[in-house]
């Protein structure tokens, strides 16, 4: 009996080194497809990439194993975050400023705008610095310029993910508890998302695209997002604007954005939903307009630069 099992081990480790030479000489002997194609450099190439999803997957990889490496608590940050945040401005705009959000609990108002916010609050400086932060490995090897920012856009949905199943486990003790109702228009959940990916992509390569020449901007990165923070309805409803200044923040189409996600998961008496097409619009440009600079500036960056 131990003979046979010897036996059988044996011929494990053998028939796996046979395995292992014969992948050795394929690849030794093989001839490796181009992934990247010089004649091809345009963001709108399709197969281009498509042949790159391996080097998206790396991109991927690299900027979650670098975020929180070398911290104590590591990914944990994706959840104290939004706790923290929450915990703040429920004192300071609830308690303190005393802003009342009419239908919803409060902790779940701050905690649905706040993880939204930190989707586009992270996303758009990283994809505005996205060609800065990487200039060195651009100028040394070709490949599709937009991999970059589609990397960061995939990284911020994985962070969105795990922030939204901390809202869906407090939500569901709301729910449990009777104090809030289930919004039927939750389908457009994903829709909504997808349109916040267009502003956060389309900013973000708009502002690439112009700090490559205009290096001024990158310091304005940061006082942009501050201004959106509090020209948006984030921190607070809508309806609890007055009337004169209702109008100007109506204008901003970020305010479609944020009451529309927060009508999606909760059956508030008054969704405004009346200012979604026009948040559907403007978000659709940006994207499309942030995608051509950026297609006419990725082929001659390192020149700018």
């Known amino acids: 009996m131990i003979l046979l099992c010897l036996y059988a081990f044996v011929s494990n480790i053998c028939n796996s080194i046979s395995i292992l030479c014969q992948i050795s000489r394929l690849i030794m002997n093989s001839q490796w497809d181009v992934v990247f194609n010089n004649n091809s450099t345009s963001t709108f190439d399709l197969k281009n990439l498509a042949n790159s999803k391996d080097l998206l997957f790396l991109f991927f990889k690299r900027d979650f194993e670098t975020t929180y490496k070398q911290t104590i608590l590591g990914p944990l940050w994706y959840l104290i975050q939004p706790t ?3 915990l703040i401005y429920l004192v300071v705009f609830y308690k303190i400023a005393g802003i009342q959000t009419p239908g919803i609990p409060p902790i779940l108002f701050y905690l649905s705008s706040v993880i939204l916010w930190n989707f586009m609050a992270d996303g758009i400086p990283r994809i505005s610095n996205s060609l800065r932060d990487n200039q060195y490995l651009c100028s040394k090897v070709y490949f599709p310029r937009i991999i970059i920012p589609l990397s960061i856009l995939l990284n911020l949905l994985m962070k969105f993910a ?3 199943g901390l809202f869906l486990f407090v939500f569901i003790f709301y729910l449990i508890k009777g104090e809030v109702l289930l919004s039927p228009l939750i389908v457009m959940l994903p829709f909504i998302l997808l349109i916040t990916c267009s502003y956060c992509l389309g900013i973000g390569l ?3 695209s112009l700090t490559a020449k205009y290096r001024d901007l990158a310091f304005m990165i940061g ?3 501050q201004i959106l923070l509090y020209i948006t309805p984030v921190l607070y409803p809508l309806i609890s604007v007055p009337t004169d200044f209702a109008k100007f923040i109506h204008l901003n189409p970020m305010s479609g954005l944020f009451e529309g996600f927060r009508s999606s998961l909760f059956l508030t008496s008054q969704p405004f939903w009346e200012l979604f097409p026009y948040t559907i619009i403007i978000g659709m440009v940006l994207l499309i307009v942030g995608l051509i600079l ?5 082929r001659n960056y390192i020149d700018i630069a």
């Open 84 to 86: 923290l945040s929450t």
């Open 162 to 164: 795990i922030q939204f």
């Open 206 to 208: 708009i502002i690439s």
């Open 223 to 225: 006082l942009i997002v």
């Open 294 to 298: 950026f297609d006419k500036t990725q």
